[in-house]
């Protein structure tokens, strides 16, 4: 794309953690982002404020919940009513429900599944035929080192983290020839409302397992995302780990 300046830039599941970092950087480079959000209405709104104010003056907070084939597409439409493009999809939203296999309902399956993997596919679909007229396009879905490497008690998690990379590298075979790239971001732990959640005796023994010693911060996951959207022209189906080398 080589600048962000105008650039209409929709972020699933914005309004905290790496989704937030992700508009704050986009947005400091002049994108129009759409904010989406699924319930916390108050968090986007106070989120598009924030980047009405810095760099960002048409930025707009859209409600849909993206596990809804029907709500992800309006996300979509609705955007390119607003703004009459779409130049870039960053597939950020997603859930966890942590239990071993024993202890996991087909519920807590499903709605991880539904959440974090056939949400990319709404989106896509939705998005696809924009590109296409436009003859470009930059999508980002953020998977998880989980995916490739497993852990224990995320089942779910690590199955739709680990499609997510399968449909990325479909994806960008299929619309390469319009010049659509589409790629995978895989972060590590990395220090938001999600890892928070991880009780204090496994972060530590998560600590010594990350070479780097140290998690991750959601900015530096957005850097990464404003990389591909910026310089990534020819950079598709490719997998970005961000993960402190955790997973080699
Ligand atoms: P988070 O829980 O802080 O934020 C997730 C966001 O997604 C929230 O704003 C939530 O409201 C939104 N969301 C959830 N379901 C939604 C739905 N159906 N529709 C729209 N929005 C919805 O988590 P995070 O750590 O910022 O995670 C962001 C992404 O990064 C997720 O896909 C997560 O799996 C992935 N990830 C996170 C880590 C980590 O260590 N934090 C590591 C690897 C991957």
Redesign the pocket.
């Known amino acids: 794309m080589g600048s962000l300046e105008e650039a209409v830039v929709v972020i ?10 992700i508009a704050e950087e986009l947005g400091r480079g002049g994108a129009k982002v759409v904010v ?5 209405k108050a ?1 986007a709104e106070d989120l598009v404020a924030q980047l009405q104010q810095n760099g960002s003056p048409e930025s707009v907070a859209i409600q ?5 084939a029907e ?1 992800a597409a309006r996300l979509i439409e609705d955007t390119v009513k607003h703004f009459g493009r779409i130049d870039a999809l960053v ?6 429900v942590d239990r071993t296999m024993k202890k996991m309902s087909v519920d807590d399956w499903n709605k991880v599944i539904q ?2 993997l056939n ?1 990319c596919f709404y989106t896509v679909k939705a998005a696809q035929s924009y590109f296409i007229q436009q003859g470009s396009g930059t999508i980002i879905n ?5 995916g490739q490497a497993g852990n224990f008690g995320q089942a779910n ?1 690590a199955a739709a ?1 680990a499609g997510i990379i399968g449909f990325t590298k479909v994806a960008a075979l299929e619309l390469a020839r319009n010049n659509i790239t589409v790629n995978a971001i ?10 928070s959640k991880v009780p204090d005796n496994v972060k530590e023994s998560i600590l010594k397992r990350i070479p780097l010693g140290r ?2 911060s ?1 900015q530096e ?1 957005a850097r990464a995302v404003r990389y591909l959207i910026v310089d990534g022209g020819y950079i598709t189906g490719q997998t970005l780990n961000i993960n402190g080398g955790i997973y080699m």
Do not use: H
């Not at 597939?91 to 966890?96: L, P, Q, S």
């Not at 895989?186 to 890892?195: W, Y």
């Open positions: 699933t599941g914005a309004g905290r953690g790496i989704g937030r970092a989406n959000y699924s319930q916390s968090p849909a919940d993206v596990s809804d709500q597939n950020n939203a997603g859930i966890n959440t974090d949400s953020i998977s998880s080192f989980v998690y983290k895989c972060p590590g732990f990395i220090e938001t409302d999600m890892f998690t991750g959601p996951v």
